[in-house]
């Protein structure tokens, strides 16, 4: 048995390997991996050429502002000009992009932008973000302080440390704990999403040819339909974690080698605001996820009579997938609302929100204990269920929705 079992799973694996779909997807995911990394190199490459664009800076208040308004490689700032009819014609020539005229009233500072061409949002974005700075700038030289009193003033912060009163519990975690657990969450979440949507459909579809080519008629008259069944998930998890370890090992290549080693320490300062105990549970939530789906996959599969019904059985499964996605997008605002506390503990969603609980919130030992209690034991069930249920709905033709295929296979084998 354990021979077949292993030809089964081979044959499947070797099969779907090196089908061009696989390699397909792998290579859209390198692909937008890399998009990501090499983002701000792409960028430059479509607008390296552009030059900077210059911005005339009339200071009609009696303060320094030149420390504020800072050349930079997007943003050229001239600041010695005081003609403004000579400035606005400039504009008008599109010789320079912008004139700030900044003044006094009432003791605050005021700005006015003009423009012939209207100014991209990034630009005016920056232009803005730099007039709030130097408002706040000048409000503290009215004051008549120093200098150096002044600078303090601007570069104050404030220390912040956290102190539990509770005994029983550790010391809750810092805002950049939090903020490294959330955006790693957050990707384990979109990981799970798309293997997920990746691999249910391919077990789902892989049984349900075989059913519809009645192939599976031939093939099990000398396996065993707890054989095959077994040797289908095992060998559709194998391929799930051979696009995992190439995504992984594409991604150490880039961290590692490329851009000096900075996202390598990037990387490395994120993991190092992560506990031990959050890898193994975000590890552990997304392989049993995946293993709970492409269970239901294969029962799926072999609801079907032919492949064109897979969508149709499938729906359930992927509107539920969707509906975790989108609960776990809305807690990147804030992860400790009461929804995301619910679906934290449902089988097919805590994959993708309980890591996000506990990287993004201080929660105890025991929830994260109980949801991954509460996932292996639906595994389990779901497992022997579904076993059973396949020995009796592999060979059973039926037509009609999921509901109604299961009374089918229920009636015709009891």
């Known amino acids: 048995m354990l021979s077949k079992f292993n030809l089964l799973m081979k044959q499947l694996y070797m099969s779907k390997l090196k089908s061009k779909s696989f390699i397909l997807m792998t290579l859209l995911y390198v692909v937008g991996m890399s998009v990501a990394i090499f983002w701000s190199d792409i960028k430059e490459l479509f607008t390296g050429n552009d030059e900077a664009q210059q911005i005339a800076i009339i200071n009609d208040t009696t303060a320094d502002l030149s420390g504020i308004f800072v050349s930079n490689a997007d943003m050229e700032f001239i600041q010695d000009e005081t003609n403004l009819t000579k400035l606005e014609q400039k504009v008008k020539d599109e010789k320079i992009a912008a004139i700030v005229e900044i003044s006094d009233k009432d003791g605050q500072l005021q700005a006015e932008i003009s423009t012939f061409t209207p100014l991209k949002l990034n630009d ?111 060998g559709v998890l194998l391929l799930a974690l051979t696009q995992m370890a190439i995504i992984a090992g594409v991604f150490l290549i880039y961290a590692k080698f490329l851009k000096g080693g900075v996202i390598w320490d990037m990387a490395g300062g994120i993991v190092k605001e992560l506990s031990v105990s959050y890898v193994l549970y975000a590890i552990l939530f997304l392989l049993l996820t995946i293993i709970l789906y492409l269970i239901v996959g294969a029962l799926f599969g072999s ?24 609960v776990m997008l809305s807690g990147i605002g804030n992860p400790d609302t009461i929804v995301i506390k619910i679906f934290s503990y449902i089988p097919f969603t805590s994959g993708m929100i309980m890591p996000m609980r506990i990287g993004a919130t201080d929660i105890g030992v025991m929830q994260p204990f109980l949801s991954l209690t509460i996932l292996v034991v639906t595994i389990i069930v779901t497992y022997l269920f579904s076993l059973s249920f396949y020995k009796r709905s592999v060979l059973t033709y039926s037509t009609g929705g999921v509901i109604q295929k299961i009374k089918t296979v229920l009636k015709v084998t009891t």
Not at 129 to 144: D, K, R, T
Not at 163 to 188: F, H, I
Not at 308 to 316: H, I, K, N, T
């Open 303 to 326: 609801l079907v009579s032919k492949v064109e019904e897979a969508g149709q059985v499938l729906m359930p499964a992927m509107m539920i997938t969707l509906i975790g996605f989108y």
């Open 124 to 234: 005016q974005s920056t232009i803005s973000s730099l007039l709030q700075y130097a408002g706040q700038h000048y409000a503290v030289q009215q004051l008549s302080l120093s200098p150096e009193q002044a600078a303090q003033i601007m570069a104050a912060n404030t220390i912040i440390t956290n102190k539990n009163l509770n005994e029983e519990t550790s010391g809750g975690k810092s805002e950049e704990e939090k903020q490294s657990g959330l955006w790693v969450s957050y990707a384990v979440g979109i990981l799970i999403y798309f293997f997920i949507s990746t691999f249910l459909s391919m077990i789902t579809t892989e049984i349900a040819s075989e059913k519809g080519s009645r192939a599976m008629e031939m093939l099990l008259v000398s396996v065993k339909p707890a054989t095959h069944f077994k040797a289908k998930i095992a």
